[in-house]
């Protein structure tokens, strides 16, 4: 099997705070910036930013002073600033960031940038979760613009959104779409007075459906998620990296910072497919039911 490696960068970060939003978003911006460097540094060619990563997690509470995050995609000065950094550096990033497409009208998006600082596109959230310290319905539209892939200079990747890691529909069309690498952004952690059991089996299941994903597609997932405690919530970290069959390439701690660049080899997609051929046997002509909400009996 001839290789075809990319390198992959994930910097997995405890937001900084600031009572002046703006001031909270330039600290952010400026810390993200410097990892971006340091990941470049090390090689990475493609670099994927957490969910929201340039403020805390606003979405636990409603409160209508959080809109002020928002900017508009692409004009704004944060995805102006990271295709200036992508340009310079020559790195695809994916950054996630608080959409303001119109007023009263908010998405939670990433822009795609490629590595001559060219913007290729946007994916705004299609799932929007509704639970307690998890409140983005307030906050956030759901995405119309269908599941996305994008042809960067180092490989063609699909970008799904945290609470969409929990939907093999989304992963499936958007594998099928030709992603060779899924990326999930993501801002998920465990309530503060949880108790460790109930921890340790979230994790799990967080981590297994994203891994299954990389199995029944036979492509690598990179999740990156934040840590460090926010209000009431411990971001649990553990970004992880999977190749084309889902085994863990790498596992981050679940307190610490870090930043870890790993080599993905696209090649493999191939050889897992051919040996577990999932797309052949697809039976495609048994599966309007799921475009149902619930099969109710007769």
Known sequence: MQERKVKVGIAQVAVLTDNDPMVEK???????????????????????LQELFAA???????????????????????TQHFMALAKELGVVIVCSMFEKRAEGL????????????????????????????????????????GYKVFKTKFARIGVLICWDQWYPEASRITALKGAEILFY?????????????????????????????????????????????EGDMQFWGGSFITNAFGRL???????????????????????????WPYLRDRRIDSYAPITKRYLDED
């Open 26 to 48: 330039q600290k952010n911006i400026e810390l993200y910036t410097q990892r971006v460097r340091e990941l470049a540094k090390e090689g990475a060619q493609i670099i994927c």
């Open 106 to 145: 908010y998405h939670n998006t990433t822009a795609v940038i490629d590595a001559d600082g060219s913007y290729l596109g946007k994916y705004r959230k299609m799932h929007i979760p509704d639970d307690p310290g998890y409140y983005e319905k307030f906050y956030f539209t759901p995405g119309d613009l």
């Open 56 to 78: 805390h997690y606003f979405c636990d509470v409603e409160d209508y002073h959080n809109f002020a995050f928002a900017e508009s995609i692409p004009e704004g000065p944060t």
């Open 185 to 229: 952004p993501t801002a998920i952690g465990w309530a503060m007075d949880q108790d460790s059991d109930t921890n340790k089996e979230q994790y799990q299941a967080w981590q297994i459906i994203q891994r299954s994903h990389s199995v029944a597609n036979g492509v690598p997932v990179v999740s990156v998620n934040r840590t460090g405690i």
């Open 249 to 275: 390439l790498y596992q981050a701690p679940h307190f610490d910072e870090c930043i870890h660049v790993q080599d993905i080899n696209l090649a493999e997609s191939d050889s897992y497919r051919r040996h």
